[in-house]
DNA sequence: CGCCGGATTGAAGGTACTCAATCCGTGTGG
DNA sequence: CCACACGGATTGAGTACCTTCAATCCGGCG
């Protein structure tokens, strides 16, 4: 944790890692960018079960995922959790806590990770001066917004099964999108954790699994799965009502 | 619809029904409030059932509820839908469209009301000349975030008659935000609208309520809600897992 | 080897859904 | 003015789906 890292390495995380693609506005000139990258002034490292941030604690910072993935989650007084989302590399998190200037979830690390802290004030500065920036911060929040719609759909309207099969049809498109296999990936999370995002216990999470197991439509093994038929999957969203 | 009126109505908003302290920031000076309605072009009347914009329409303005409220929706493609939220007077509404440029859900008049359009390119420029603009645009974007994810522990953790008093207790909390009475309202959806923001079916909103006027908890006949017992809906909440 | 946490599977139970009948308030037309 | 139709709301009975509880399995690690 706390690995410091120098400046530039937010630059290559641009070229190298799709970060640029992911989270930075597309025109800016190599001197803007500069500017930005020397804005984030440390890149630090979490362990598997690290917390980024907890909810309550003081806001500074925005933080762009470098390498690794994190789980969101909000805490009920009465004990319960929710996950509110599993973010990846290139992933920006910490949206949640501008309103009211203190974190409103946990952020924890489901692997070693690596982020680029962004502060909030210098951002807020530079997009001032650069408005494809401020844009772009715009549309990163909104996008957050649309996200979160999606998944109260889900979690409103949709059966066990198809919420699964939402949640893989994601992630595959999620991997896809940054280079990695689409139909073969190594899932980061628990079932428990799983049906938490899902709003399922964990043992409906297994035996859904399960299921598209036996249907052909995929092969789960604990958390290595594979996708062997998307179309299959899609059809089974929307498909009963 | 469509009925314009001078720009000054804006101002009169802040003053006299609360938009001031809702939607706009607190330590602007009068000249800079004078540049944010003179930002604001036009203000629209629309009847109950109307649509303020509609899913994969272009987007172009935020709208401020200057009287009234709204519901938004979004659609999938099975026909299915989800009430993803209710506004009311001071509220912005829109912010979904900002990352595509096209609005990704319906927003539909729950009864005779009207707005105050914000064109968003306009505010984008003001924000970049008044720092705490832009600060409250970003503060607005994530309380919508934060909002959403408690929504999202609503539908994927809680019970049905939780659910239920949840709603309740943030529609009193939003009146009394308003000078209304926290205790007793009308309201201006009908239970078939209430199920599929709470992730119910419209028979189980209706027993729920009943099953709360049965313990004393509220009085309810059709629309007209009266909350006997704050407290005891509050107990409701979290209480059994 | 044995422990441990995570994952799977089975059986029983509960909550919310479905289907259907009825009620109620409003508006319309005879 | 009343009858009627209509949409929204309520209530009841039966059912489906998911949860709960519990046992077992499996892989990794001390």
Redesign the interface.
Known sequence: MQRSVSLTRLKIACSDCNLRELCLPVDLNAQEIQQLCDLSHAKHAYSRGDYLYRSGGKFGSLYAIYSGSFKTQ?L???G?E?V?GFQMVGEIIG??????DRH??DAVALENSEVCELPFNKL?VL???L?SL??H??????????R??????L???MRAEERLAVFLLNLSQRFAARGLSPTQFQLRMSRQEIG????LKLETVSRAFSNFQDSGLINVKARSVELLELSGLHALV??Q?
Do not use: F, N, W
Not at 137 to 146: D, G, T
Not at 148 to 153: E, K, R, Y
Not at 196 to 199: D, I, N
């Open positions: 909000v009920h007084e009465d319960r929710q509110t949206l949640d806590a501008i309103c009211t409103t979830c807020e997009s001032r001066k408005p401020q844009r911060l715009h549309k990163i929040m909104s996008r957050e917004i649309v979160d719609q999606g998944i109260m759909l979690l409103g309207s938490s995002y899902l709003g929307g498909k009502q």
